[in-house]
């Protein structure tokens, strides 16, 4: 149409119009075929290019796989050299007869040239002749064959690699595979010929022709399903806290697991005798790594469990922060202020950690109730000077540790202090690395707070004083102190990771140990080594007999002292005893005293290093309550006997020549006799170092397995033991802590009750701190803290 002359116009006075509107429209139909044969133009122009483009990425393909036999090592070199001579001498020519193919049919033509339009997608004119992708892939399959085990997907290297490379992909089936991945996309990012499709048919099929190559070794990979029996023996191994919660026994478990897992599939497993101490060990370690594969072959993958918090502390500048947090605090000179007070001392020597001790602020009254001697502070600046001038009289060393104050109120009918408030919002995020809670128990009784495992990569918890034994003494003790055990169990599993008994005389608690991690005040040994040094030059250095030091209260010893005292009063006939000490039972107890007509002198408390305590030869203490008493170790440290009870919490006390302990009251006669009528044993320099708050640090940071924390740089602990290997395989969250999860949160919950709170002996008031403790310690009001939103 567009090459025909214009019909002849009629005559007529409309002619000329006719012919402008005719000349109109056929200038624009020439300008549309113009447009439409430069656009198919360009097409072709493109299809050429693409095509182009792709033999040079094949050509660039085998030209690399060939390059890559001299980079090979020499070990193996063989085996890619004849690789690479198959793909050249095999699989190229297959690939340039698919090419000639292709090109014979040509590219669409315009129908300009006479080609006319290009056909519609999925014509025959466009396909691709695949049928050479069965012959390169028999031919593969046929280099394989004759090769034997060094086929064409798998190149299992041999020599000093061999098990190391063993299963690996061959660098050039690596090479085709990402090369042939970058076609494909290059391929597919036009859309504007059809044709093109069948390029990206062809790369998808070679793919799976290379892909069938490694079937055998996908299937060699495959993991067998876990049985009814493995599913049931790890329950019942991850639930080993919980039963225990419930009274049964531990070994009973590791026994059930152990029966369990030895009849999977229908196989039994016999171990010799020698094999059954870690057997239970062995068995857990083998259950974890299986569900661990299984988990791994169905991509799963889990960091952290289901209660967890990932915002944690992360290392900046190469050093551990370790927040020490106590119940107590000088001048009370109790072993919770004492201790906790060392061990940041010592801690802070080294220069891996920074120190922090976190201990309780008390409002006026309460401190003159607590503090002895009418000691009181108007500021927590000026405690913090007390306790740095205290602690520098008796170390030998400048103590570098940060000092910090949470808000407490002290209860009369527990004799202790009470936390108020959240705990752990006194240790800022940025430090919230490590914990160490001085009796955990005790801090987290009410603790309506941050969960601490969720805030510090690890928590240690340290139990000091055996709350049982005091509690039955008192009131309905028997029932108190069942409800007591199982809250212990339940707060200590729920907010510590880690928990150090200082004696088996405490309670068993969930995932403890029993180690001493306490030491003696340095002061003590320099006071023995000088009274040895004085008894070396002939002086003699005990001019008294015995004497008792120790709080008041009738759980401390008193009532034991008295009987044993009473009971054998002519069998001690002349013996003499000074006791020092203040307390809530003073008065009692030396009423006690006199109506047994008792040879018993009392003074008030002092110090155990004042100079006027150093010519007693024998410190008695018949106490059973203590979980490792303080003073035991002071009076061995300064040289003198001991004369204690047969007792757990004398253990440690045991191996040293001054000790005396006793069963009987009997043997407590025979003892204190033997203790007056000779002399004590001079302390060997390993006695006096196992004494020593060094020895005691090195303890801790073993048994508390801080030493690993402090070395995973990662920021991230270690879950205790043997067991807690460092695995890069997935693992489900394990069940204890999903409860241990459950239990924090129903604590939480509970915990935020005020009358649950009352009922429980909690401190009215003590959820969060008060109006006076905020302006003690410059603390905004917990309503703003901590706003409540709503009607």
């Given at each position: 149409?567009?090459?025909?002359?214009?019909?002849?116009?009629?005559?007529?006075?409309?002619?000329?119009?006719?012919?402008?509107?005719?000349?109109?429209?056929?200038?624009?139909?020439?300008?549309?075929?113009?447009?439409?044969?430069?656009?198919?133009?360009?097409?072709?122009?493109?299809?050429?290019?693409?095509?182009?483009?792709?033999?040079?990425?094949?050509?660039?393909?085998?030209?690399?796989?060939?390059?890559?036999?001299?980079?090979?090592?020499?070990?193996?070199?063989?085996?890619?050299?004849?690789?690479?001579?198959?793909?050249?001498?095999?699989?190229?020519?297959?690939?340039?007869?698919?090419?000639?193919?292709?090109?014979?049919?040509?590219?669409?033509?315009?129908?300009?040239?006479?080609?006319?339009?290009?056909?519609?997608?999925?014509?025959?004119?466009?396909?691709?002749?695949?049928?050479?992708?069965?012959?390169?892939?028999?031919?593969?399959?046929?280099?394989?064959?004759?090769?034997?085990?060094?086929?064409?997907?798998?190149?299992?290297?041999?020599?000093?690699?061999?098990?190391?490379?063993?299963?690996?992909?061959?660098?050039?089936?690596?090479?085709?595979?990402?090369?042939?991945?970058?076609?494909?996309?290059?391929?597919?990012?036009?859309?504007?010929?059809?044709?093109?499709?069948?390029?990206?048919?062809?790369?998808?099929?070679?793919?799976?022709?290379?892909?069938?190559?490694?079937?055998?070794?996908?299937?060699?990979?495959?993991?067998?399903?876990?049985?009814?029996?493995?599913?049931?023996?790890?329950?019942?191994?991850?639930?080993?806290?919980?039963?225990?919660?419930?009274?049964?026994?531990?070994?009973?478990?590791?026994?059930?697991?152990?029966?369990?897992?030895?009849?999977?599939?229908?196989?039994?497993?016999?171990?010799?005798?020698?094999?059954?101490?870690?057997?239970?060990?062995?068995?857990?370690?083998?259950?974890?790594?299986?569900?661990?594969?299984?988990?791994?072959?169905?991509?799963?993958?889990?960091?952290?469990?289901?209660?967890?918090?990932?915002?944690?502390?992360?290392?900046?500048?190469?050093?551990?922060?370790?927040?020490?947090?106590?119940?107590?605090?000088?001048?009370?000179?109790?072993?919770?202020?004492?201790?906790?007070?060392?061990?940041?001392?010592?801690?802070?020597?080294?220069?891996?950690?920074?120190?922090?001790?976190?201990?309780?602020?008390?409002?006026?009254?309460?401190?003159?109730?607590?503090?002895?001697?009418?000691?009181?502070?108007?500021?927590?600046?000026?405690?913090?000077?007390?306790?740095?001038?205290?602690?520098?009289?008796?170390?030998?060393?400048?103590?570098?540790?940060?000092?910090?104050?949470?808000?407490?109120?002290?209860?009369?009918?527990?004799?202790?202090?009470?936390?108020?408030?959240?705990?752990?919002?006194?240790?800022?995020?940025?430090?919230?690395?490590?914990?160490?809670?001085?009796?955990?128990?005790?801090?987290?009784?009410?603790?309506?707070?941050?969960?601490?495992?969720?805030?510090?990569?690890?928590?240690?918890?340290?139990?000091?004083?055996?709350?049982?034994?005091?509690?039955?003494?008192?009131?309905?003790?028997?029932?108190?102190?069942?409800?007591?055990?199982?809250?212990?169990?339940?707060?200590?599993?729920?907010?510590?990771?880690?928990?150090?008994?200082?004696?088996?005389?405490?309670?068993?608690?969930?995932?403890?140990?029993?180690?001493?991690?306490?030491?003696?005040?340095?002061?003590?040994?320099?006071?023995?080594?000088?009274?040895?040094?004085?008894?070396?030059?002939?002086?003699?250095?005990?001019?008294?007999?015995?004497?008792?030091?120790?709080?008041?209260?009738?759980?401390?010893?008193?009532?034991?002292?008295?009987?044993?005292?009473?009971?054998?009063?002519?069998?001690?006939?002349?013996?003499?005893?000074?006791?020092?000490?203040?307390?809530?039972?003073?008065?009692?107890?030396?009423?006690?005293?006199?109506?047994?007509?008792?040879?018993?002198?009392?003074?008030?408390?002092?110090?155990?290093?004042?100079?006027?305590?150093?010519?007693?030869?024998?410190?008695?203490?018949?106490?059973?309550?203590?979980?490792?008493?303080?003073?035991?170790?002071?009076?061995?440290?300064?040289?003198?006997?001991?004369?204690?009870?047969?007792?757990?919490?004398?253990?440690?006390?045991?191996?040293?020549?001054?000790?005396?302990?006793?069963?009987?009251?009997?043997?407590?006669?025979?003892?204190?006799?033997?203790?007056?009528?000779?002399?004590?044993?001079?302390?060997?320099?390993?006695?006096?170092?196992?004494?020593?708050?060094?020895?005691?640090?090195?303890?801790?940071?073993?048994?508390?397995?801080?030493?690993?924390?402090?070395?995973?740089?990662?920021?991230?602990?270690?879950?205790?033991?043997?067991?807690?290997?460092?695995?890069k395989i997935p693992l489900l969250p394990k069940l204890s802590d999903v409860v241990d999860g459950g239990l924090a949160f129903a604590h939480h919950c509970l915990t935020g009750n005020e009358i649950l709170r009352l009922a429980t002996g909690a401190i009215p008031g003590t959820r969060d701190y008060d109006k006076q403790q905020c302006m003690d310690l410059n603390l905004l009001p917990p309503q703003v803290q901590h706003p409540v939103y709503g009607w």
């Open positions: 149409m567009g090459k025909d002359d214009p019909p002849p116009i009629a005559a007529g006075g409309g002619g000329g119009a006719d012919r402008g509107a005719f000349a109109f429209i056929s200038k624009g139909w020439r300008e549309v075929r113009d447009s439409a044969t430069a656009d198919l133009r360009l097409m072709r122009a493109r299809a050429d290019s693409v095509r182009a483009r792709a033999d040079r990425e094949l050509e660039h393909l085998l030209a690399s796989a060939s390059a890559l036999a001299p980079s090979l090592p020499p070990v193996a070199a063989g085996a890619p050299i004849a690789e690479v001579e198959f793909v050249r001498n095999r699989i190229q020519p297959k690939i340039q007869e698919l090419r000639r193919q292709y090109s014979s049919r040509g590219a669409p033509s315009s129908p300009a040239d006479g080609g006319g339009w290009p056909p519609a997608p999925g014509a025959t004119s466009l396909r691709v002749d695949l049928s050479g992708i069965a012959a390169i892939r028999n031919a593969i399959v046929a280099a394989e064959r004759d090769g034997g085990a060094e086929g064409w997907s798998v190149a299992r290297w041999k020599g000093d690699r061999g098990e190391e490379q063993r299963g690996k992909e061959w660098e050039v089936v690596r090479m085709i595979r990402s090369g042939l991945k970058e076609f494909e996309r290059r391929s597919l990012s036009s859309d504007m010929f059809a044709g093109f499709r069948g390029r990206g048919e062809f790369v998808e099929k070679f793919k799976l022709s290379l892909k069938s190559l490694n079937k055998d070794y996908r299937e060699s990979k495959e993991v067998p399903l876990l049985d009814l029996t493995e599913i049931l023996a790890y329950l019942v191994q991850q639930s080993g806290p919980f039963l225990d919660q419930l009274g049964i026994r531990r070994d009973l478990c590791d026994k059930l697991v152990e029966m369990l897992y030895s009849k999977r599939n229908g196989r039994l497993m016999h171990h010799s005798p020698s094999e059954d101490r870690n057997l239970a060990e062995n068995i857990t370690e083998e259950l974890d790594l299986r569900i661990a594969r299984v988990l791994e072959s169905t991509g799963y993958h889990t960091d952290e469990g289901f209660w967890n918090d990932p915002a944690k502390y992360k290392i900046s500048d190469n050093r551990r922060h370790v927040a020490i947090v106590t119940t107590a605090s000088l001048p009370w000179m109790t072993g919770t202020a004492i201790n906790p007070l060392f061990r940041a001392a010592y801690l802070a020597r080294s220069v891996k950690q920074k120190v922090t001790l976190v201990v309780p602020w008390l409002s006026k009254s309460d401190q003159e109730l607590v503090y002895p001697n009418g000691i009181t502070f108007s500021s927590p600046e000026e405690q913090e000077t007390y306790i740095r001038n205290w602690l520098q009289e008796r170390l030998g060393f400048e103590a570098d540790f940060k000092i910090s104050f949470y808000p407490g109120k002290f209860s009369k009918e527990r004799r202790s202090i009470i936390p108020a408030g959240d705990t752990s919002q006194f240790i800022s995020s940025k430090e919230a690395d490590i914990a160490i809670l001085e009796e955990p128990e005790h801090l987290n009784w009410y603790h309506h707070g941050k969960r601490w495992t969720d805030k510090f990569n690890h928590v240690i918890g340290v139990v000091h004083t055996n709350y049982l034994e005091y509690i039955k003494r008192e009131k309905n003790g028997a029932i108190q102190s069942f409800l007591v055990k199982h809250i212990n169990n339940w707060v200590t599993r729920a907010y510590c990771h880690k928990v150090l008994r200082l004696s088996a005389a405490t309670q068993d608690l969930p995932r403890s140990v029993v180690c001493n991690v306490h030491g003696v005040n340095p002061k003590f040994l320099n006071i023995g080594e000088k009274i040895e040094a004085d008894r070396e030059r002939g002086q003699k250095v005990f001019s008294k007999g015995a004497y008792f030091l120790g709080k008041m209260v009738w759980a401390k010893g008193y009532r034991e002292l008295i009987d044993l005292l009473s009971k054998h009063k002519k069998d001690l006939e002349g013996f003499k005893i000074d006791v020092y000490g203040n307390g809530e039972d003073s008065e009692a107890v030396q009423t006690a005293a006199r109506k047994c007509d008792l040879s018993i002198n009392f003074f008030r408390g002092k110090d155990h290093a004042d100079d006027s305590l150093h010519g007693y030869k024998v410190f008695i203490n018949p106490s059973v309550s203590d979980v490792l008493c303080t003073a035991t170790a002071e009076a061995l440290a300064m040289g003198k006997f001991v004369v204690c009870a047969d007792h757990p919490s004398n253990e440690f006390f045991k191996s040293f020549p001054n000790c005396l302990t006793y069963k009987t009251s009997e043997e407590f006669v025979a003892r204190v006799k033997e203790a007056m009528a000779s002399e004590p044993q001079s302390l060997t320099p390993e006695q006096r170092y196992n004494l020593s708050w060094e020895a005691a640090t090195e303890r801790f940071m073993e048994y508390s397995e801080l030493d690993k924390v402090l070395n995973n740089t990662n920021g991230h602990p270690g879950r205790g033991g043997k067991r807690n290997k460092v695995r």
